[in-house]
Nanobody, 125 residues
Framework: VQLQAFGGGLVQAGGSLRLSCAAS????????IAWFRQAPGKEREGVSC????????YYSDSVKGRFTISRDNDKNTVYLQMNSLKPEDTAVYFC???????????????????WGQGTQVTVSS
């Protein structure tokens, strides 16, 4: 599977963005899909994931209640709707995928083998 992440940009604090992770080469609902982010000088952090088996969703405590992950099987795309953005959300955001026989859902970046390129999200105060 190949992944392409896009939708980042510059937004003021309190604003919203929607990131897209478009998959090609395979059906997106077969895979566990996750969003990660990495700010300068910091480790890559799991933000949200959607399981391959039943579509259950998971969020880090830092984004719970503000971000929503969803999957559109017809468009073969996974989205990350980000609301009430804060300056500390500024980072490069990546989407990643892994097959269900490896994981069903995970927020650990080292468990994912397929990665899209990053998209920059900058939140100004």
């Amino acid at each position: 599977v190949q992944l392409q992440a896009f939708g980042g940009g510059l937004v003021q604090a309190g604003g919203s963005l929607r990131l897209s992770c478009a998959a090609s080469g395979a059906k997106v609902d077969y895979y566990a899909i996750a969003w990660f982010r990495q700010a300068p000088g910091k480790e890559r952090e799991g933000v949200s994931c959607i399981s391959s088996s039943n579509g259950l969703t998971y969020y880090s405590d830092s984004v719970k209640g503000r971000f929503t992950i969803s999957r559109d099987n017809d468009k073969n795309t996974v989205y990350l709707q980000m609301n009430s953005l804060k300056p500390e959300d500024t980072a490069v955001y990546f989407c990643a995928a892994e097959a269900p026989y490896i994981i069903s859902a995970s927020m650990r970046h080292y468990e994912y083998g397929y990665w899209g390129q990053g998209t920059q999200v900058t939140v100004s105060s």
